[in-house]
C-alpha cells in the first residue's frame, strides 16, 4: 500500500517504501533523487539558497537540505553513483521591481551548483519562470508529475 506524505517548506523525506510526496513550490526549490539500482527516493523542500552559518543549520536552506537528503539516502542504502535528481521550483512568484533578491533563481543555481558537486545527474527539471508549482513525486518509479500554479487575487 502506497502512503502519501505532503513535504513542507523545511522539510525532507525518503522513502524505501512505495510513497507518494507532495509539495507547493513558489521560489522554494524541491531537490527530487532517486536510486537507480534500490529503486527508492526522496526530496526536499527548501526556500532560501545558503546558510550563512549564523544559528541552526536548518534544512530551509539549500546547501543544507541537499546534503541531508544525499545523506539521508545513503543512510537508507543508497550510493552517489546510482542517484539521479529532478529539480523543480525557483519561480519569481513576487511582484518586485527590484532584482535584488532574485530568490528563485539564486534557489536554482544552489540545486545545480550542489548536484554538480556531488556529481548526481540531473535527469528532469522544471525551474523558473512566473508561476508556482505543485508536484506528485512517486518515490517507487522516479514518475513526477507537476502543474502550474496561477497567483491567486483576494
Known sequence: MQSNLFIYPGKLE??????????ILGSCVAVC????KLKFG??????LPLWNGEGLASPKYGNIAIDKLITKMIWA????????????GGGNVINTTSNLYNIGERNIEMAFSKLNEYGIRV????????KGRKIL??????????????????
Open 14 to 23: 525518503v522513502a524505501t517504501n512505495p510513497t507518494q510526496f507532495t509539495t
Open 33 to 36: 533523487l532517486w536510486d537507480t
Open 42 to 47: 526522496g526530496i526536499n523542500h527548501f526556500m
Open 77 to 88: 542504502g543508497a550510493s552517489i553513483e546510482n542517484m539521479e535528481a529532478k529539480v523543480f
Open 123 to 130: 535527469v528532469g527539471s522544471s525551474t523558473g519562470g512566473k
Open 137 to 154: 513525486m512517486d518515490s517507487s518509479n522516479f514518475k513526477i508529475l507537476h502543474k502550474f500554479i496561477e497567483k491567486q487575487s483576494f
